[in-house]
């Protein structure tokens, strides 16, 4: 760090603001009333907030850890175009990570809808803009739009709803700092048995920053969307009072492109690349008050597979990696969580490119965070991670990383799904 | 098909549409449920989202709630926001749209009661803590207002099931009725606490307190929804002191320490009393939770 007074102030700043929510000497002033039952708020006005998510962070990697993202092989980043921006890249300092905007109501007797516009000092971002009927008979519902795909738990939470600072790796590293988000339907279907049953299956564009690419290049086929499907089911075989239980099962299959450029040849692929995986969220409610003692265990287990034909020759591609996460959270004391995560990426990671087959070594990180939600708007939370990443020929590098993040939210109370 | 997976095929059918015939109500509290039973008698299957342990406030959408409601005839709600942080993932996840709001399954008891403590529209702040826009939602701890819930959700239920209105009205007369009663006794228990002033923990007893003529001096909460910080409990104790109160009262989910600091510092009672019936196995239903509630306080 250049300047070694900054952690100091850091953590002070950090535990001012956690301190202003903890011993705040609040004036017992009375709640102004009226009585009358007329609401100020009228029903037709969409619901709207905005979520502020920023983070002081610091990583000692040598040059730059989403630089070493790109490199790592097995995930190494083929597949990012030269002029596409990572969103997902972090400045050693302090990062404003977005603002989210989101629209939500009913549309009429049919629908309702939701638009969720991230912002941030590059620009705007959609990230979610859907209509869902509310009205299908027989379990069935229908969603349309830009969305985020509902398989596995985490991917379709937004950043802010996260246990932790940053996305696992495996996801990371898979499908890009936005996960598998995308122009298109989903179908799900909750099935009529005495236990929860749900089943999904989502068309999309196939536009994906890193394993649904299409390249522009005379050699390759310009595929028509849309270009990739998912399906998934959800189970929650239990029923008891405070313990919660769902698993999931996933896969997913669609069109991918690689252009390599290697000593002045360049080779186009073209082909499938598809993954599958399961997860499981298990979720332990005290009963006490403010979330202490509550409980949450969650894992999920990643693996893809590639497998693409050259255009312009006769070779192939393939490609199998994988990865997992664990991660449990424990509220420790009024609206104060402790939360630890262990992650492995690369325990298969193998390439095969013009019939010479590459094995590749695995990678691994450890993270632990503190975070303090002083109401249901605002959270503070202080995270560090220590991972070991697998850098192919250059050997292996140890990067530390630190978290500083707030996070508020003003406008309409959310509501979460599980 | 074989025989064994039609069968099966149709135990899941069966399971899936059980109780036909008879009404299937979801409320969201327990004391809503309590109600409901009485008001729907045999004629309705009555179940409970929130335990009387659970606060409403903080539940997660978890798939337990989502399969109760998806074969609900009439989802019965509190309303004024104190389901806000779950309510809709539920009634959309169970893709029941009979109980969707807006519909004649889904009823929102707080239309008819005397709301308390609405905030000033223009004072209106988070500032302000976990202040509900609508006014206090914890009404149903008042017995008047019980009986204008048991009225509300006897209308809805004849409307659902007109052949047995009667019965639904009757039953909620009867239910008005005794409330009425018992009233006059619940009165003349509390008859040595009227005017005194207590301490609660949060504001879930507002209501309670008015009727039966208590003062809340202040609460242990500094403010609704943030936990007690030293510098209250401080002014807490002194408030105590300087009003003499003799009796803090509060919800079973909160610890106690906060109020045995409090006891031990100026010697008041601290009492710790069921808001949802079914927290108590003497709190089994909604006369049976006053009774109690009024037996702790008067001890």
């Known amino acids: 760090m250049k300047y070694h007074y900054s952690s100091a102030i850091l953590v002070m700043a950090g535990a001012l603001l956690t301190l202003n929510a903890v011993a705040q000497d609040d004036t017992p002033e009375k709640v ?10 009228s029903a ?23 630089h070493m993202k790109e490199e790592m092989p097995g995930f190494a980043g083929h597949s990012h175009g030269e002029d596409e921006h990572d969103h997902g890249e972090k400045e050693n300092g302090f990062n404003l990570n977005h603002v989210e905007l989101t629209l939500s109501a009913e549309v009429d007797n049919y629908f309702k809808a939701l638009a969720n516009v991230a912002i941030s000092e590059d620009g705007a971002e959609i990230e979610e803009a859907w209509a869902e009927t509310t009205g299908l008979p027989w379990g069935f519902q229908a969603k349309a739009g830009k969305l985020f795909s509902n398989f596995g738990y985490i991917n379709a939470q937004h950043s802010h709803m996260w246990d932790f600072s940053d996305q696992p790796l495996i996801y990371e590293l ?3 700092s936005h996960g598998l988000n995308d122009k298109g339907v989903q179908l799900s279907w909750l099935a009529p048995t005495p236990v929860y049953l749900l089943f999904g299956a989502e068309v999309f564009q196939g536009d994906n920053e890193m394993m649904y690419v299409q390249k522009e290049n005379d050699d390759l086929p310009k595929n028509d969307g849309p270009r990739l499907g998912v399906g998934w089911v959800k189970l929650a075989p239990l029923q008891i009072d405070n313990h919660e239980l769902l698993l999931g099962l996933f896969g997913a299959s669609g069109s991918h492109q690689e252009v390599h450029e290697e000593g002045g040849a360049t080779n186009s692929f073209d082909g499938i690349n598809w993954f599958a995986g399961a997860d499981a969220v298990y979720k332990f409610d005290s009963g006490k008050a403010y979330d202490q003692g509550d409980a949450t265990v969650q894992a999920e287990y990643f693996y893809r597979n590639k497998e693409l034909d050259q255009e312009n020759g006769d070779e192939e591609l393939t490609g199998a990696q994988d990865g997992y996460y664990i991660q449990g959270t424990y509220g420790i004391l009024p609206r104060w969580r402790g939360g630890l995560r262990w992650e492995q990426v690369g325990l298969t990671n193998q390439e095969e490119e013009e019939g010479i087959k590459k094995e590749f070594s695995d990678s691994w990180r450890a993270t632990a965070m503190v975070d303090l939600r002083p109401s249901e708007f605002s959270q503070v939370r202080f995270q560090v991670s220590n ?16 978290y500083v993040q707030l996070t508020f939210s003003i406008g309409a109370h959310d509501a979460h799904s599980f | 098909m074989s025989k064994k997976i039609k069968f099966i095929i149709l135990a899941l059918a069966v399971s899936a549409t059980s109780f036909a015939g008879k009404l299937n109500v979801v409320t969201t509290t327990s004391d809503l449920a309590s109600i409901t039973e009485i008001v729907a008698g045999d004629l309705a299957k009555v179940s409970s989202i929130c335990s009387g342990n659970q606060d409403p406030h903080h539940l997660q959408a978890r798939p337990r709630y989502v399969m109760m409601a998806r074969n609900a005839d009439l989802w019965i709600r509190t309303g004024m926001d104190l389901e806000i942080g779950w309510e809709m993932p539920v009634i959309d996840g169970s893709r029941n749209r009979k109980i969707r709001p807006g519909n004649p399954g889904h009823l929102d008891v707080s239309t008819q009661i005397h709301k308390l403590d609405i905030p000033d529209a223009s004072m209106l702040s988070r500032a302000m803590g976990d202040v509900h826009s609508q006014g206090n939602p914890h009404y149903l701890i008042d017995p008047e207002n019980a009986k204008h819930a048991a009225q509300d959700i006897a209308e809805r239920l004849a409307q659902l099931d007109p052949k047995n209105a009667d019965t639904y009205r009757n039953n909620a007369g009867a239910f008005i009725d005794r409330i009425d009663k018992r009233m006059e006794e619940w009165k003349e228990q509390m008859e040595p606490l009227k005017g005194k002033s207590i301490v609660t923990y949060h504001r879930s007893w507002l209501y309670f307190c008015e009727r039966f003529g208590l003062t809340i001096a202040i609460e242990l909460e500094p403010k609704p929804g943030i936990p007690p910080s030293p510098t209250h409990l401080t002014r807490v104790i002194e408030t105590v002191q300087a009003d003499e109160i003799k009796l803090i009262l509060q919800e079973p989910w909160y610890s106690t320490k906060a109020a045995d600091r409090v006891a031990e510092k100026t010697g008041a009672r601290v009492v710790t ?3 949802y019936t079914g927290s108590d196995p003497d709190a089994d239903n909604y006369i049976a939770l006053i009774d109690l509630i009024v037996k702790r306080l008067t001890e």
């Open chain 1, 174 to 176: 898979s499908l890009g």
């Open chain 1, 32 to 41: 102004p009333t009226r009585n009358d039952s007329t609401s100020a708020l």
């Open chain 1, 387 to 402: 991972g070991d990443y697998d850098l192919g020929d250059k050997g292996v590098e140890n990067v530390w990383e630190v």
């Open chain 2, 273 to 275: 009393a069921p808001t």
């Open chain 1, 44 to 66: 037709f006005n969409p619901a709207v907030s905005a979520i502020v998510d920023m983070y002081y962070y610091n990583e000692n990697s040598k040059e730059g850890l989403s």
